[in-house]
């Protein structure tokens, strides 16, 4: 059954600006159930609830992990700055669920804002099974809280509502199954 598991990664950018080293600590990659993530799952219920949509969230994982990513440095006018391109949100599907990985870059570095977006995104393709939307509206911001790299907490927050009504008027993808 592991040729059913369908893996969904999504790079969305975090520069950082490198001046010195930074380590980064703490226990990654145990599952949390909900964990410090409930709070963002159980509003997800309620926007999806006050939209008519049911989601369920049974067998949901949410959890911290590592993810992926890559560095690349660029020297301009003597300053070098490096940009890591690091995937901070990715949805599994295996045969026990779905299971959202946030990476601890995201906790550590996001606002609430952007934090909420990344957790909204990753729960539109593991519990509405939605796919990416490369849209973007009049204003070049992302049409869709299911843009490939993600959306700004302060686009985020002006745009909310506008994201909530889009994601749950979507048709569910029939074609992008689970495992199990």
């Given at each position: 059954?592991?040729?059913?598991?369908?893996?969904?990664?999504?790079?969305?950018?975090?520069?950082?600006?490198?001046?010195?080293?930074?380590a980064?600590?703490?226990?990654?990659?145990?599952?949390?159930?909900?964990?410090?993530?409930?709070?963002?799952?159980?509003?997800?219920?309620a926007?999806?609830?006050?939209?008519?949509?049911?989601?369920?969230?049974?067998?949901?994982?949410?959890?911290?992990?590592?993810?992926?990513?890559?560095?690349?440095?660029?020297?301009?006018n003597?300053?070098?700055?490096?940009?890591?391109?690091?995937?901070?949100?990715?949805?599994?599907?295996?045969?026990?669920?779905?299971?959202?990985?946030?990476s601890?870059?995201?906790?550590?570095?996001?606002?609430?804002?952007?934090?909420e977006?990344?957790?909204y995104?990753?729960?539109?393709?593991?519990?509405?099974?939605?796919?990416?939307?490369?849209?973007?509206?009049?204003?070049?911001?992302?049409?869709?809280?299911?843009?490939?790299?993600?959306?700004?907490?302060?686009?985020?927050l002006?745009?909310?509502?506008?994201?909530?009504?889009?994601?749950?008027?979507?048709?569910?993808?029939?074609?992008?199954?689970?495992?199990?």
């Amino acid at each position: 059954m592991l040729d059913k598991i369908k893996k969904y990664s999504d790079r969305w950018a975090v520069v950082f600006l490198v001046f010195g080293c930074v380590a980064c600590g703490g226990a990654q990659g145990q599952s949390q159930s909900l964990g410090a993530f409930g709070t963002q799952v159980n509003q997800f219920v309620a926007d999806a609830s006050s939209h008519g949509v049911s989601v369920d969230t049974s067998n949901l994982v949410v959890q911290v992990g590592d993810l992926s990513s890559a560095s690349t440095t660029t020297v301009v006018n003597g300053v070098t700055e490096t940009t890591t391109n690091v995937d901070v949100g990715q949805c599994d599907f295996t045969e026990a669920g779905p299971t959202v990985t946030i990476s601890a870059t995201a906790i550590q570095s996001f606002g609430p804002e952007s934090l909420e977006a990344l957790v909204y995104h990753e729960l539109g393709h593991c519990l509405l099974k939605l796919e990416h939307n490369s849209n973007l509206s009049a204003d070049g911001t992302p049409a869709s809280l299911m843009y490939p790299t993600g959306v700004d907490g302060q686009t985020y927050l002006k745009n909310r509502a506008a994201y909530l009504d889009e994601l749950f008027s979507q048709p569910q993808n029939t074609a992008f199954v689970g495992g199990g």
